[in-house]
């Protein structure tokens, strides 16, 4: 075998042309849309909470593999999409430093130490907000504010609500809820609630989704059975569907965080699998939990689950046969 | 047989119980939540190793083997509710904190194997070495992981209860990180730290060969 012309090399054997840099830089892309509706909403401080938190991931990843002497891959743009996420799924108004360590648990703990990009079990971003939840609970979740448009205060007098609570809260605490809430749905469309910084406006989201699909980036499988499980699940117990679906972090974390390829199964079947679970267990969480919104959560015990779906909906060998019970 | 002092250095670092043997996972998140109680932790599992080691390595040919596990069980039961009840008589603060961990020694992972494994193969001079040995390793274990985890989920260090001392302050309570008194904070800390150990170890040993390759710890 001395011909060195003759490679070996193991499936796959077709290969597209996108490599991580250009994906990362469209999955920033298609986040753009929703950081400028956040600032828009939010102001400055959501500004520098998008900042911070690249900051805080490009720079943990950059010291953190100084450090361990292993090549620097913050040119693949994985920590500034990890960045602009963690910042996205806190409240606007959380301290800067939060945000900051928070990235820097997202990307030294729980990328870093597991292997780097391609072998963290969990999703960053979702691990850093459940870390600074964790950690410091009472700054990291009192942040959420109704934004300073004019609408926005408007609507908000009308209901007469804490100006501090997301429309979930709100829910959670018998606030709203019983009567239709078709009034909430041009805002939560829009994105004038009070919410995490990237996932009030479900329109800017929405835009930033049908980029990464256009450019074949993420299939629907996930995102689809997450939403309709949601929406069927809080119908069948009574609640409004729609509202459900537009409020909270649904929509942001089942097109950008449930579709991460590295912490979702791999074939269709898997996924399908992986967006029910997603579905099922945000609606648990949101109808008879302590919590008012539990994509997060929901999103990680999911990627916990991945190794086992895979191996379930591992397809059949060719030739192979069913074995006989 | 190793002599008496080296029973006594191997507990210390080469087979340090927390973190090279990896024995007594729960009482080590539990008790090093503060220096204090690693410190009380540490000394109450240190005299119970002492004696049950003393114990075990003198009765060890009587004890027969098939129940032997029964009888080791008994001996560190005895030494645990001593210090059980010194421990309620004279620190009631520690006991309060540490509850049910103090009689949870008699299963501690690293008391019933160093009977297995040592005393009741080895006399009792060099039982009693390896007890304060492994005793005092898990102690410096559980002040390590203590000095880390006290000051950053509280904001303060040796706070002592028992003798009225509040502790030094060093940031202000609100950026204080509660998820580090969790469990999950203590086996983050835990593995930080035995990451720590074993990239000192593989340095020490590369430089000891050839010190050509970069130590990135496993």
Known sequence: MADSKLIVTPAPHLRGNIDTPTLMRDVVIALLPACVAGVYFFGVPALISLVSGVVGCVGAELVFEKLSKKPVTIGDWSAVVTGLLVAMVLPPHVPAWIVVLSGVFAIGIVKLLFGGLGYNVFNPALAGRAFATAAWSALATTGYVWPASIEGAAWARGIDAVTSATPLTMLKMGEIGGTSMSRFYMPLFLGNVAGSLGETSALALLIGAVYLLWRTHISLRIPMSYIITVAVVTALYGQDPLFHVLSGGLILGAFFMATDYVTSPINAKGQIIFGIGCGILTSLIRLFGGYPEGVAYSILIMNAAVPMIDRFARPKRFGEVKARA | ?218
């Open chain 2, 1 to 218: 047989m190793s002599s008496p002092l080296q029973a006594f250095t191997n507990g210390i670092y080469k087979e340090n119980p927390t973190f090279r043997l990896l024995l007594g996972m729960c009482p080590t998140i539990a008790a090093s939540m503060a220096v204090s109680n690693g410190i009380g932790m540490g000394l109450a599992a240190t005299f119970v190793l002492i004696g049950s080691n003393l114990i075990i390595s003198l009765l060890r040919s009587v004890i027969p083997s098939e129940i032997r596990i029964p009888c080791y069980i008994v001996v560190i039961a005895t030494f645990v509710t001593i210090v059980d009840l010194v421990m309620n008589a004279f620190l009631p603060e520690l006991h309060a904190v540490l509850g049910v961990f103090v009689p949870l020694i008699v299963v501690n992972c690293i008391i019933l194997a160093r009977a297995e494994a040592f005393a009741s193969k080895n006399g009792p001079v060099a039982s009693i070495m390896d007890g304060l040995g492994m005793g005092l390793g898990f102690t410096v274990a559980l002040i390590v992981l203590s000095a880390i985890r006290e000051p950053l989920a509280t904001g303060v260090i040796l706070a002592a209860a028992d003798f009225g001392f509040d502790g030094i302050r060093l940031f202000p309570q609100r950026y204080a990180m509660a998820i580090v008194n969790q469990p999950v904070g203590g086996f983050i800390t835990l593995g930080l730290a035995i990451g720590a150990v074993n990239l000192i170890t593989s340095k020490k040993k590369s430089k000891g060969s050839h010190g050509a390759q970069g130590g990135a710890g496993k």
